[in-house]
């Protein structure tokens, strides 16, 4: 149980600032070393976990770090990770765990071609996003990133499965609105932070999760969401209630439906019913396939 070489693995210390990172991670491991242990215990119980975290071996970070909600506990991190991987190391199959925490990309789903770049769904996950979870579903423009829903997946309070929203995050390119326009134009009038929220659901639905909670603007993990003005540039919780979402007993989370609810043809502009039968059949074919594919990973 090395905790000084797995920390170089982590970071970088010929650079001062991750030099200093690397210092507080080892004080932090000796300060919690029970728990230490026992992760460390934990992601050598079976040969899929010890594989695993040889190749991230951010497990052991997490939990040390103000990491995945507003105010979350060392013990809660470190249980929220646990939770997440068993779960995966339980419902997909070995070379698809595996793969996706050597950030190769899983594909859910081809679409429509923007400019002969297609728009696809994939499960992917990065250590640049570990602040916010433990995976991710990216709607991709050919291979520009548009949206993602990062996310973990713990029990509820019931000791339900269930996916755990840690953020939401838009295009980060210098053509990012006209892209959108295009994009939305494209998806029949439907908007892609929309499309990407309907592709978590399919994710959630197909894995077998009874509930989905996605954090607030008070739940977030930082405050890199607030202007200095003190103006928020993402509003979390105003995109999940439109969404469908409502309040829990805790401020910090909304539970969000598992299904997107769709009007009826009756309550649709007769104008705008030919887009609405479009849009739907894309939709269709996006659930269809992302069920297949889970299905495919699944062990």
Not at 125 to 137: D, I, M, P, W
Request: include cysteine; charge should be positive; proline fraction near 4%.
């Amino acid at each position: 149980m090395d905790f000084g070489e797995i920390g170089k693995q982590i970071y970088d210390i010929s650079k001062s600032r991750e030099l200093r990172r690397y210092v507080v991670f080892r004080v932090r491991c000796a300060i919690n070393r029970k728990r230490m242990k026992a992760l460390w215990d934990y992601f050598h119980s079976t040969p899929v976990l010890t594989e695993l975290v040889e190749l991230y071996p951010f497990v052991y970070e997490q939990p040390q770090r103000a990491f995945f909600y507003h105010r979350s506990t060392f013990d809660e991190r470190a249980a929220l990770v646990e939770s997440h991987f068993a779960f995966l190391a339980d419902r997909l199959r070995k070379d698809v765990l595996l793969d996706l925490y050597r950030e190769k990309n899983y594909l859910l789903w081809e679409g429509p071609v923007l400019d002969d770049q297609p728009l696809s769904l994939m499960l992917y996950y990065e250590a640049g996003q570990r602040k916010e979870g433990l995976l991710s579903v990216m709607l991709r423009l050919e291979k520009k990133p548009l949206y993602q829903i990062i996310f973990w997946i713990a029990p509820n309070k019931n000791g339900l499965p269930s996916m755990w929203i840690g953020a939401m995050q838009g295009p980060n390119m210098d053509d990012a609105r006209e892209i959108v326009k295009k994009a939305t134009k494209l998806c029949h009038a439907y908007r892609t932070k929309n499309l990407i929220l309907y592709a978590a659901q399919a994710v959630a639905r197909s894995l077998g999760l009874s509930h989905i909670y996605a954090v607030t603007n008070e739940g977030y993990y930082a405050n890199n969401h607030v202007r200095t003005d003190r103006k928020l540039k993402t509003d979390f919780s105003d995109f999940w209630r439109e969404a469908g979402g409502h309040e829990t007993d805790d401020s910090r989370f909304d539970e969000l439906p598992l299904m997107e609810t769709r009007k009826t043809m009756e309550e649709v502009p007769t104008r705008k019913r030919a887009v609405y039968r479009r849009r739907f059949a894309m939709l269709d074919e996006l659930d269809a396939a992302v069920e297949m594919r889970i299905k495919e990973a699944m062990a």
